[in-house]
């Protein structure tokens, strides 16, 4: 057997080798309103651009005008694509056909006032309900529009009406913001709820939801107590985002079985990508698909932006 022989080598690096060239990529940092941003891209306009301006005032009206502080957090393990969960945030129609609870007990009608405001990309979307006292004008309306399904049912009561009946703590009477900052970032106000959520994709099938859940350091006890009571709205076990987490998985399950075909978004589907003031729209979520298929360079954009139909 031939001797083993034992080569050295040196690690002296060449002339040539700058560490400067070698180092980690470098990840730039922007923070607004408490929450810290980061992109890898030195072509990322700067922040306050990229997010415009409906996300920063609501940012500044959910988190600036009042100090923070976090009471709690949970965290959601869905069957479905990160994309998936930018869709069901843009849509805020589907609050009162999903969510029996929603409607049951009157906390959200497909009637409310609100509106869709996007940046200027369409990317970030500031989705809105807003009281009214015409909230209650079209229960005739809306029990003959629910009539046999089972979502709506004016005699049934909740045995701890509490749950239902918050008075808002914000005098702007925004009862719902659901704030979408692409591509993984959703801040919202639910009643009393503030909440950031943040989406962790876990590859093509699944994404993790972590909520972080908001008080403010000037609440009394009572308010305290309001905000962990309506948390049961939102989560795993949510009253109302139960269901959500559902779609998602259902929504994923269908599309992996038309693999190449295209979906028709009934509400909102063609025409210009622009803001709403009214809530029975989904063009944001096209406005979300816009900007990725730029983002992607899928060259798709012509036909989803202008003034004529998808192509
Ligand atoms: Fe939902």
Excluded: C
């Amino acid at each position: 057997m031939a001797p083993l022989s034992v080569a050295f080598i040196s690690m002296r690096m060449p002339p040539s080798f700058d560490k400067k060239d070698h180092g980690l990529r470098t990840l730039r940092i922007a923070a607004y309103g408490g929450l810290i941003f980061g992109t890898y891209s030195d072509q990322t306009e700067p922040l306050e651009d990229y997010l415009g301006p409906h996300s920063l005032s609501q940012i500044q009206r959910l988190l600036v005008q009042r100090k923070p502080k976090v009471i709690g957090y949970l965290r959601q393990k869905i069957p479905g694509n990160w994309k998936l969960y930018n869709e069901n945030v843009r849509d805020p129609y589907h609050g009162s056909l999903l969510h029996t609870f929603q409607v049951s007990f009157g906390l959200q009608t497909p009637a409310m006032k609100g509106g869709i405001k996007m940046d200027k990309d369409g990317k970030n979307t500031w989705n809105h309900s807003i009281l009214s006292a015409d909230d209650n004008k079209h229960q005739g309306d809306l029990a003959a529009a629910y009539s046999g399904t089972d979502k709506f049912n004016p005699g049934l009561k909740l045995n701890d009406p509490s749950l239902a009946q918050v008075k808002l703590d914000l005098d702007d009477n925004i009862k719902t913001t659901i704030l979408s900052m692409f591509p993984t970032l959703i801040l919202a106000q639910v009643d009393n709820t503030y909440a950031v959520r943040h989406l962790r994709p876990k590859g093509p099938d699944a994404v993790e939801l972590h909520i972080t859940y908001l008080g403010f350091e000037s609440d009394t006890p009572e308010q305290l107590q309001s905000r962990l009571l309506s948390v049961n709205f939102i989560g795993p076990s949510g009253y109302i985002s139960l269901e959500d987490g559902e779609a998602l998985r259902l929504v994923q399950e269908g599309a992996k079985m038309r693999s190449g075909d295209h979906a028709v978004l009934e509400m909102g589907g063609i025409g210009v990508i622009q803001d709403t003031d009214y809530l029975s729209q989904e063009i944001s979520i096209r406005g979300f698909w816009r900007h990725y298929h730029r983002m992607m360079a899928f060259g798709l954009d012509a036909g989803i932006n202008q003034q004529q139909e998808p192509v």
